[in-house]
């Protein structure tokens, strides 16, 4: 761990305007904000990320969920992963969030990492996390990958690129993109709202460039956009242990069932993508079908037709199959 | 010792170190400071083999705060220890920095020395080494060492006839992988230096064997040598013998002339302080077709570091020679060199792995005869220890079994595959022995009985978290009649009079005679001082006219005579009686030469298979141990509860994974490193069966730490094929084996 200046803001724009001062909000940023610090501190320990200043916005009031007047729910960046889980806005009309939350890290993480946080959680990919590693495009751009070739059973099979097959971590996310959540970010004085779905970036060639973050870009809330009248949603996370450890194939499932057809379906995949994967070839499968195992196999089988499994993880192909028809099965039945 | 109903042995008495461990003020090797210190931090190679190049400390050395580098040839002499000394035991023999060459990734290159530990971090970060790197081997086939040069451990009988002609029969191979030791408390060494003399504050489960390591490989007399350990975070077998970052601890607190404080990081301990090895093993058993054992035959290899800088043997044939009656067996073993770091016993080394494999083949062996895996172990109990031709002093397998399959349910058992459910749950039911060997070795204790009517006990043996403390106060209570608020136990320290490792499981057995006798010479002591000293009742009296009860002494014909020792001493003006007993090991001893000694066990398991999601779990644990008599209710249920759970991660969790590129562990950290969380905890059923041994001593109580981890992976096969009919010879069970192999399954019960 490198020194560092530690400042605290007390205001979102004062927040901002130190990060303004960075170079990049992404891999390699100068300045970075704290929270719960559940993946910064512990990255900072690993040399991983070295800012030169921490901005600390846990004084921030941005801690409160409330219900809009349009009955969506605005959840702000500061409100902790185990009291959004416990919200009872949220255990009511957003299961797959409640569900999604509780199956990541362990009660100590959930009581400190944050909303905002989880969204910018970095990957577990051993090979990122190892300077002894001097080739991680993620890290270091144009190095190489590592993982590629070495031990990479749990590393994506879908989104993945021939510079990074890192997964993206997120339990907390592949719910909200289910849900198709907003972001809402600040910068300055000017405020942007993101549509999740457009809010990360496939690695490609810049994997080093993970969301549509700029310096000064602060995101102070999440908006769930109203439940749909009638949908039931479902989490469903499988894994080696039964607790703290990251999805090998987890699936959200936002569906609405109209008599006999499905009317909408919203299916994201986590543990599988190198970022949350939203996946509209299984929605497209699934809208207008009957709600029965031939249809929920046709669109596990559309949303896996891409992966592109690496030495360690072709069972993941299957893995999340079967995570996908279990998750529709059990939330209609 | 005769022991009443209202004895405290046997009782669930609560730890009496308990408190200080609660409340935060239980004095970790780690939290020793000491003023004008500084902190080490190692610098760890990032090739698998090669040579150093260039190691450039340069910037490093003139960053803030930073006091020395170490490396290869700017070192003070580390020296080798005395090779096969018993006294002096270490796996990774080779000094630190002794040479350039690369042995494995992770080895400690260099060690940046500062004020603060941040400033030494920042320096090791700053150490630049280049390397020739060659290509190490990692390879996790062990083929290599089943070959002509295999040592033969046990034989009897013709083996190689009889399973050629035996009518039933099974050759199997098995694999364990490595598991890395992660007790929560880090390897830590705080070494202090006074001009002449070592005071070393050190994590280890053996201060006597560390004082003797460090003597030799700092070069100085044993006296000059004090090793304190008070507490343990755990050791499970990791922290038995010193590893390298005693030694640069030592020699760069005297170097400095300052406290040196060395506490590992997580990925050090993958590397530089243990694990136990990867194994391949070869079963072979025959049988007659009604059932009985004819032939069995287990060969391994383990893996051990490159030999030059250690060499380390897993023991998995530990049971194999007796745990059956066969009349035709051998074992026969191996040590194949990788570049990894140096193995070093895990809890239950040896046997645990061996079981797995052995409890396995029995189970493949029973399914092929068509016959019940409990009855099937049950028609081939042997009468006496085979391999000796010696009785046991004390086995009672047979009831294990038989209590534990009606704990169990065993009777409702259906061995079709599958066949059982719970619902939408396939239930898989899974049986496995476990032996663990029994013993004794040497130990001296002193007690003193004081003044002030409190007992002080002194034994240079440790507590690592497994309840020691509370063993001795209960053994001096029992001779004393004290209760254990006013018994001392004074452990953790080379200063006092030599006690055995926390290892193997023998402490318990033997510390009891030692402590024993020590309360008795110093009874002896204090009535003797009773009919001596003026002013008592019992002036002029013989001393064996007295007795010791409840803390009173008193003349045996009369209980009113009774008078608190602390009054007799007082108005002797004696601070304290004392007493010191000796322990022997059993092996020379005379009388029990010819008796084999060891524990026994069954575990009956069930595990619950969701085939539409590829989920298993282990859900229920019956588990029947025979250890002699339990000492302590509490701190042995703790022992054998929590070795299920290490159990259940070894079945289906625990590995550590090298890339096999450059024999880097991957998975270095607690959150990659798959243990069983509390999520993964079946229910654990633990009876013990408490018949006593008494002749391994006078209490009957063999050791407890090991043995509930032995055979339970297997149960947990057993089961799972049960459940799947899928035989997974190769640990940990993972999911994608089991989708890949369970036939017909991807299509079924989504």
């Known amino acids: 761990m490198i020194d560092f200046a530690l400042s605290r803001a007390s205001s979102p724009a004062e927040a901002s305007e130190q990060a303004a001062k960075s170079k990049t909000a992404q891999q390699g940023a100068q300045v970075r904000y704290v929270a719960g610090g559940t993946t910064l501190i512990d990255l900072m320990k690993l040399d991983v990320e070295t800012p030169v200043r921490v901005v600390d916005i846990n004084r921030l009031e941005l801690a409160r969920t409330e219900r809009q007047p349009d009955g969506s729910l605005r959840i702000g960046a500061m409100v902790r992963n185990a009291d959004l889980a416990h919200d009872p806005n949220v255990v009511r009309d957003y299961p797959v969030l409640s569900q999604g939350l509780l199956s990541g890290a362990t009660g100590q993480l959930r009581n400190m990492a944050t909303t905002g946080g989880n969204l910018l959680q970095r990957t577990r990919c051993s090979y990122f996390r190892d300077l002894a590693y001097a080739e991680c495009n993620k890290r270091t751009p144009g190095s190489g990958c590592s993982a590629i070739g070495g031990h990479n059973r749990t590393h994506a099979i879908l989104g993945t690129s021939e510079h990074c097959i890192a997964t993206h971590p997120s339990d907390m996310a592949v719910a909200m993109m289910a849900l198709e959540a907003r972001i809402h970010i600040l910068n300055g004085q000017s405020e942007r709202e993101v549509p999740i779905g457009e809010f990360y970036l496939l690695p490609g060639n810049t994997p080093n460039l993970e969301n549509v973050l700029k310096p000064g870009d602060l995101i102070t809330y999440v908006t769930l956009p109203p439940p749909v009248a009638g949908a039931r949603s479902h989490y469903l996370k499988l894994r080696d242990r039964a607790s703290y450890e990251f999805a090998l194939a987890s699936a959200a499932v936002v569906i609405h069932v109209d008599g006999e057809r499905i009317r909408k379906a919203r299916i994201a995949f986590g543990g599988v993508g190198t970022r949350p994967w939203r996946s509209p070839e299984a929605e497209h499968a699934l809208e207008g079908k009957a709600a029965d195992e031939a249809t929920f196999r046709a669109a596990a089988d559309a949303a896996l037709r891409n992966a592109k499994p690496q030495r360690d993880n072709a069972f993941k192909v299957e893995l999340a199959k079967r995570c996908l028809i279990r998750a529709l099965t059990t939330v209609t039945t | ?750």
């Open chain 2, 1 to 750: 010792m005769a022991t009443t109903p209202a004895s405290i042995i046997g009782r669930a008495v609560p730890r009496i170190d308990g408190p200080l461990k609660t409340s935060g003020t239980a004095k970790y090797s780690s939290d020793h400071n000491f003023p004008n210190m500084v902190y080490a931090v190692p610098v760890c190679s990032t090739i698998g083999k090669g040579r150093i190049r260039r190691l450039d400390s340069s910037a490093a050395e003139v960053m803030p705060g930073v006091v020395r580098v170490y490396r290869h040839g700017k070192v003070p002499p580390i020296y080798r220890p005395i090779p096969h000394d018993r006294t002096a035991r270490i796996d990774e023999s080779r000094p630190p920095f002794e040479d350039e060459r690369i042995y494995y990734n992770g080895q400690y290159v260099a060690l940046a020395v500062a004020d603060s530990y941040e400033h030494a971090k920042a320096a090791a970060g700053a150490v630049k080494v280049e390397y020739d790197a060659e290509t190490p081997n990692v390879s996790l086939d062990l083929s290599d060492g089943f070959n002509d040069s295999m040592q033969e451990e046990s034989k009897r009988g013709d083996v190689d006839a009889a399973f050629a002609s035996a009518p039933v029969k099974i050759d199997e191979t098995y694999v364990t992988p490595v598991e890395t030791h992660n007790p929560i408390e880090l390897h830590a060494s705080v070494a202090t230096w006074d001009g002449s003399r070592f005071v070393l504050y050190e994590t280890t489960q053996a201060v006597m064997n560390h004082q003797a390591v460090m003597a030799q490989m700092l070069g100085v007399p044993r006296e000059n040598v004090q090793i304190v350990m008070k507490f343990l975070g755990s050791g499970f077998g990791g922290k038995l013998w010193p590893w390298p970052q005693a030694m640069l601890a030592a020699v760069a607190a005297r170097d400095l002339n300052r406290p040196v404080k060395l506490v590992i990081d997580r990925s050090m301990m993958f590397t530089c302080a243990g694990h136990r090895p990867r194994t391949q093993q070869r079963i072979r058993l025959g049988a007659t077709p009604d059932g009985k054992l004819v032939s069995l035959e287990h060969d391994y290899a383990n893996h051990s570091s490159i030999s030059t800088v250690g060499h380390f043997r897993e023991n998995c044939g530990e049971a194999t020679p007796f745990l059956y009656s066969t009349p035709n067996l051998r074992v026969r073993s191996n040590v194949v060199d990788r570049n990894v770091g140096t193995p070093t016993p895990m809890r239950g080394p040896g046997a645990v792995p061996g079981l797995f494999a052995l409890e396995s083949g029995i189970d493949e062996l029973a399914i092929k005869l068509k016959m019940d895996p409990v009855q099937f172990r049950l028609m081939n109990e042997p009468k006496l220890d085979e391999s000796k031709g010696m009785p046991f002093s004390s086995r009672h397998l047979k009831e294990c079994l038989t209590q534990g399959a009606e704990k169990f349910g065993w009777s409702a058992y259906k061995p079709e595959i599958g066949s059982m459910r719970r619902g939408d749950i396939t239930l898989g039911w899974g049986v496995a022995s476990c032996s663990w060997i029994a013993g004794r070795g040497a130990c001296k204790a002193t007690l003193s009985l004081r003044d002030d009517g409190t007992a002080r006990i002194a034994c240079a043996t440790q507590d690592i978290g497994t309840g020691t403390y509370t063993v001795f106060a209960q053994v001096v209570s029992e001779k004393t009649g004290l209760p254990l608020h006013k018994i001392d136990v004074v452990l953790g320290n080379s200063s006092l009079p030599p006690g055995p490792t926390s290892g193997g499981s023998m402490v318990t057995g033997t510390v009891i005679p030692a402590i024993i006798q020590a309360a008795d010479a110093a009874i002896r002591q204090l009535l003797t001082v009773a009919t001596t000293a003026s002013d008592t009742p019992f002036q002029n009296r013989k001393p064996e006219e007295l007795v010791l009860t409840e803390g009173r002494i008193q003349l045996k014909s009369d209980a009113a005579s009774a008078v608190p020792f602390e009054t007799i001493l007082k108005r002797a003006n004696i601070r304290t009686a004392e007493g010191e007993g000796n322990s022997g090991p059993n092996s020379t001893d005379p009388q029990l030469r010819n008796y084999s000694f060891h524990s026994f066990g069954a575990h009956f398991l069930e595990v619950e298979w969701d085939a539409g999601i590829a989920r298993l779990r282990v859900s229920r644990v019956v588990t029947v141990i025979d250890v002699g008599r339990i000492v302590n209710l509490k701190a042995a249920r703790n022992q054998v509860e929590g070795a299920i759970v290490m159990g259940v991660g070894m079945g289906m969790l625990e590995r550590t994974i090298y890339d096999p590129r450059n024999g880097r562990p991957v998975n270095n950290n607690v959150a990659d490193y798959l243990m069983a969380t509390n999520a993964d905890c079946p229910e654990i059923d633990v009876t013990f069966l408490d018949y006593p041994d008494k002749l391994l001593n006078e209490v009957g109580a063999r050791g407890v730490g090991e043995i509930g981890l032995a055979g339970v992976a297997a149960a947990i096969t057993n089961a799972t094929y049960h459940a799947t009919g899928v035989r997974v010879r190769e640990l940990p069970i993972r999911l994608e084996t089991l989708m890949e192999q369970e036939k017909g399954s991807t299509t079924r019960r989504a």
